[in-house]
């Protein structure tokens, strides 16, 4: 169990649009009896969350921290519970609605509302499956009883809940016709279905009948559900899965022909979550992510979700942040004017390991330092620009300002964290000498993201820069530069200068200019595409050195940008630890 006692989440105090939500930091939750503690590392975003945000639809409460999907780390367990322990990574949906608040860095839920992960299964991708999962498997295998050769109708087949039905009713063997609108007609196909159809009324009904199942997430009135109905045989069976009051006629139809209509509200439920993860474990469901975005972004989550223009699903990502904003909301309390050193004492270990030359181990001496930093600097701002997380460890790339109009430093601060605190530190700082310093930090790569993008690619992004440093910086072989770095490559390093128009023409200008130097990786930090590098550069064997941080962007297996920046190995140190 962690020995944080608050945590971040993101709160509405008022029902309105997307800029209600606030992050705010609350007490850490205990789990009551029969109760599990979840460090969430990421939860999904679905309609429902949209909706409530704005209106009273399932929950009707304020303040409200929203979110049912969770994908995560038991951090504690409450009594009485058997199935799980601490560390055991789970994946779930919270009791809709009541049960709603994942949308935090921490969530107690009931032990019965999880399973065990999928291995094959990141937490990305695991928390967009529970409430959308669960609501398809609910109404396609547990309601409708799909099996093999009907012909199922899927609505909305592009969208949350629709893409994982189509891959459900597919493994049950269903002939799947899915309804969406033109643009995603490809979309829906790479997910299995046999048929795809456009979902306006009109051209529906022309192009479906003689159907068994209907699976409608649109429909709000009789005259919206009437294509449904009448592409149903005789018998079918039409679920939906937007509660509205029947009208007279549709009554009176769905009675003459037979048809069963069934409206579901989801439930959670561990035999369906089980039956998820078995299919996943299979390879016949897989959720597409849109997009992710970091907890502290869940505006414009919400925002890209309202413009329902989205194939599958969107996700917040959280416990994979909160390192990086644990290490800045430390460095913040230390470093600037108005900060709380008092931070210090909840976030930083006693056993502190300090790496910058000038100062001592333990957070005491941070505490020090940054007071001496504050009387030096007492206008100073930290601008954080890009963060990212790997394991234990985090890295943030900063601009810190110093004085105002001034250029400020390039800083990379690496943090190594041990039972939820800052164990250990590394930094880089290099005066920023630049006309233009927002240049040093802009992101010019498509999509112009600082946040680490393409996460479940996170492994592969992590080999083709370790392959890139061994091959290219250590080996010196600028013939193999073009199978790593694309021809769209942002160059915004502060190391190695500029002196030509291409990344190989500046390294080998330095590489001749240091013909016996040397680069040692010491560290690799990956989180989606950003990879940073922390290495031990030597422009001769005996000397010194610098310790500097390399932070690559990679899209598509190829480097589309570079920052740096670069610090000198001082004679001494006021402590015993190298920079490295």
């Known amino acids: 169990m962690t020995e944080i006692s608050t945590m971040k989440a993101i709160r509405q105090d008022a029902l309105g649009a997307p800029e209600v939500l606030r992050e705010v930091r609350l007490p850490k939750p205990e789990p009551r009896l029969g109760e599990i503690l979840v460090a969430v590392h990421a939860a999904g975003l679905n309609p429902t969350d949209w909706v409530n945000r704005s209106q009273v639809l399932t929950i009707d409460r304020l303040p409200l921290v929203l979110g049912w999907d969770v994908s995560g780390v038991v951090d504690s367990v409450g009594v009485g519970v058997t199935l799980f322990k601490p560390g055991d990574e789970v994946f779930g949906m919270l009791p809709y609605p ?18 065990h992960k999928p291995d094959g299964l990141d937490h990305v991708h695991a928390a967009a499956l529970p409430l959308a999962g669960l609501t398809a498997y609910q109404a396609l295998v547990e309601t409708a009883g799909v099996t093999a050769g009907q012909r199922v109708v899927i609505h909305a087949a592009a969208g949350g809940v629709g893409h994982l039905a189509v891959q ?77 009051e029947l009208e007279a006629d549709e009554r009176d139809e769905i009675a003459a022909r037979g048809i069963r209509y069934e409206s579901l509200i989801v439930a959670s439920d561990q035999a369906g979550m089980r039956a998820i993860a078995d299919l996943v474990d299979a390879g016949e469901l897989r959720p597409r992510i849109f997009a992710s975005f970091p907890l502290s972004e869940a505006a414009r989550a919400h925002a890209l979700g309202e413009a329902r223009t989205t194939l599958g699903k969107i996700v917040l ?9 644990v290490a800045a909301d430390v460095l913040r309390a230390v470093f600037e004017a108005d900060g709380d050193t008092a931070i210090v004492d909840t976030l930083v270990r006693p056993d502190y390991i300090q790496h910058n030359p000038l100062a001592p181990d333990g957070p005491e001496a941070m505490k020090a330092f940054g007071g001496i930093w504050k009387a030096q600097y007492p206008k100073a701002v930290y601008l954080n620009k890009r963060a990212i997380t790997g394991g234990d460890m985090a890295v943030l790339h900063t601009h810190v300002i110093t004085a105002p109009g001034t250029p400020g430093l390039a800083v990379f601060d690496i943090f190594r964290f041990q039972d939820g ?7 880089i700082l290099q005066p920023v000498d630049n006309d233009d310093p927002a240049a040093v930090f802009a992101t010019l790569s ?14 592969q992004h992590e080999r083709v820069i370790t392959d890139y440093v061994a091959r290219v910086l250590v080996g010196k072989n600028l013939a193999e530069i073009g199978e790593f770095v694309s021809n769209e490559y942002h160059e915004h390093g502060l190391h190695i200068p500029q002196t030509g128009n291409t990344l190989e023409t500046d390294l080998r200008t330095y590489f001749a200019q240091h013909p016996q ?15 940073a590098v922390h290495s031990h550069y030597q422009h001769a064997p005996d000397d010194r050195g610098w310790s ?17 920046a670069a610090q000198e190995v001082p004679e001494s140190a006021a402590n015993d630890n190298t920079m490295f």
């Open 517 to 531: 130097g040397q680069i040692t990786p010491k560290r690799v930090i990956a989180e989606g595409d950003l990879v």
């Open 168 to 244: 459900i009713a597919k493994a049950r063997g269903a002939y799947v016709i899915g309804a969406a609108s033109a643009s995603k007609h490809d979309f829906v196909r790479s997910l299995g279905a046999d048929e795809v159809v456009e979902y306006r009324d009109g051209e529906f009904s022309a192009a479906v009948a003689d159907v068994d199942v209907v699976l409608d997430s649109i429909s709000v009135d009789a005259a919206s559900r009437g294509g449904s109905l009448r592409a149903l045989r005789r018998g079918g069976t039409l679920v939906s899965i937007r509660p509205a």
């Open 446 to 459: 498509e999509p112009r993201t600082d946040n680490p993008g393409q996460r479940w690619f996170t492994s």
């Open 317 to 325: 990502t959280v416990h994979e942040t909160r390192k990086a904003h």
């Open 548 to 564: 500097v941080v390399d932070l690559f962007r990679v899209r598509d297996l190829k480097i589309v940008e570079h920052w740096s």
């Open 98 to 115: 009541e049960g709603v608040g994942s949308h935090a860095e921490f969530v107690a839920g009931p032990s019965h509302a999880f399973v």
């Open 421 to 427: 605190k800052i164990a250990e530190h590394w930094d």
